[in-house]
């Protein structure tokens, strides 16, 4: 195991311990150390700053409840790449989906927890949810950064569905590069224009995804701004 695999796999491994601790005494020995060793590997992974990945993110019945609903959508060729076909979800068509998620507790939880004291989140976003699917031979995607479509920015997120390949999510963080295997149920969320990034090429197996955005309104002003980015990208989703 690399070296930048085996950092994330300790930032899981005091994650979990560090969580085990919570009703013990702030002044516990133990409590102590897998906090530091939690949060010194958290910050060297850049996670809480511009990158957020939960594993086993929603509840067994709750992410069943999403899987059963994608396994009766039929993907399209995408306009926009090659590498990966794709189905663009409409919130009036598929408002019981939308629930699944934007309604989730958890995910409204996280949520506020990351996003800026001045922002309010707009339940529904603008921009459809996308239902992906990567298969062999894909070549993934190149480096990037997420494109900002709104004002205030929205973040984009990543479930993972399903994933029998040999793909690999990486991204780059203080100068250094960071991948790991995404599990399904895996939510990683970015915020754009921040963390450079990638998916690597499907040698073998699919991964399908939802991938779908956080959508924020600057508080005072109870309203945000459709970048022009945003109506490119809308008028070329697959729906």
Known sequence: MSEK??????????KYKYSK?????DQNIKKIFYKQKYFGYKNQLGFGKSIWIE?????????EEILNYTSKLEVKDDPRSSNRFSLCLENKAHQKFYDMI???????????????KYHTTKTYPSYPIEYRKY???????????DMSLLSPDAYEVVLTLNNNSDSEF??????????????PNTLA???????????????????????FIIEFMNKDKGYNIKKPEFMYEINKCPF
């Open 135 to 145: 298969f062999t031979g894909s070549k993934g995607m190149d480096w990037h950064q």
């Open 5 to 14: 695999k085996d950092l994330y796999k300790k930032y899981l491994k005091y």
């Open 102 to 116: 934007y309604k989730n507790d958890k995910f409204i939880s996280l949520i506020q927890n990351i996003k800026s």
């Open 21 to 25: 601790m919570q009703n013990e005494s």
């Open 189 to 211: 969320i970015v915020k754009p224009e921040t963390i450079l990034h990638n998916v690597t090429p499907v040698n073998y197996g699919e991964r399908t995804i939802l991938k």
């Open 170 to 183: 990486k991204w780059i963080f203080n100068n250094k590069e960071y991948s790991l295997s995404p599990k």
């Open 55 to 63: 594993e086993n993110f929603f509840s067994k019945n709750n992410f």
